[in-house]
T-cell receptor, first 110, second 114 residues
Framework: GQQVMQIPQYQHVQEGEDFTTYCNSS?????IQWYKQRPGGHPVFLIQ?????EVKKQKRLTFQFGEAKKNSSLHITATQTTDVGTYFC??????????FGGGTRVLVKP | DGGITQSPKYLFRKEGQNVTLSCEQN?????MYWYRQDPGQGLRLIYY???????QKGDIAEGYSVSREKKESFPLTVTSAQKNPTAFYLC?????????????FGSGTRLTVV
């Protein structure tokens, strides 16, 4: 079945630094979604990417969908303590269920 | 304000007991979902429903049951057949139609077997 892998599993970041988390699918996706879950909270929808090579920005967050629509990345610039949490990607192949990756847990060192 | 309400927030169950987790939404969403999250893990799909009176098994449906008698409600029963039920349970919904949209999640129920 469809698998979605995220790397790294953990990301320790110094406050003010940039980092990138990656999402890879075993199958071609029709779209990919990103969610953020704060510690002790629930996932909150951030964004959806649909087109091959699409890039979207939300303030310090940049989301990219690969040309082959099998991978995606989330880049955060100038990390802040408010960025702490787990970031999940979730991919949907045509006609299939949304499959979540295992998440990247982000810890920020002040 | 519209949203999804899950109750209770914390639930303790004795071995061999069935328990039912509540999920209610006032977003007028057609589709509803139940996910299980284990510590440090991703989300695994238990059951989903795209319309009233219809639901499908997800990836880990064994030991669980659901009903969808009303559009607003999608309760999950964790039965005694579920051998390792301690987990964080999340309910989600999204609007229907051909377009895909992000899911709205409830605040979850933490179930512990004692």
């Amino acid at each position: 079945g469809q698998q979605v892998m995220q790397i790294p599993q953990y990301q320790h970041v110094q406050e003010g630094e940039d980092f990138t988390t990656y999402c890879n699918s075993s199958t071609t996706l029709s779209n990919i979604q990103w969610y953020k879950q704060r510690p002790g909270g629930h996932p909150v929808f951030l964004i959806q990417l649909v087109k091959s090579g699409e890039v979207k920005k939300q303030k310090r967050l940049t989301f990219q969908f690969g040309e082959a629509k099998k991978n995606s990345s989330l880049h955060i610039t100038a990390t802040q303590t408010t960025d702490v949490g787990t970031y999940f990607c979730a991919g949907r192949a045509a006609g299939n269920k949304l499959t979540f990756g295992g998440g990247t847990r982000v810890l920020v060192k002040p | 304000d519209g949203g999804i309400t899950q109750s209770p927030k914390y639930l303790f169950r004795k071995e061999g007991q069935n328990v039912t987790l509540s999920c209610e939404q006032n977003l007028n969403h057609d589709a509803m979902y139940w996910y299980r999250q284990d510590p440090g893990q991703g989300l695994r799909l238990i059951y989903y429903s795209q319309i009233v009176n219809d639901f499908q098994k997800g990836d880990i449906a064994e030991g669980y049951s659901v009903s969808r008698e009303k559009k607003e409600s999608f309760p999950l029963t964790v039965t005694s057949a579920q051998k390792n039920p301690t987990a964080f349970y999340l309910c989600a919904s999204k609007t229907g139609g051909a377009m895909d949209y992000g899911y709205t999640f409830g605040s979850g129920t933490r179930l512990t077997v004692v």
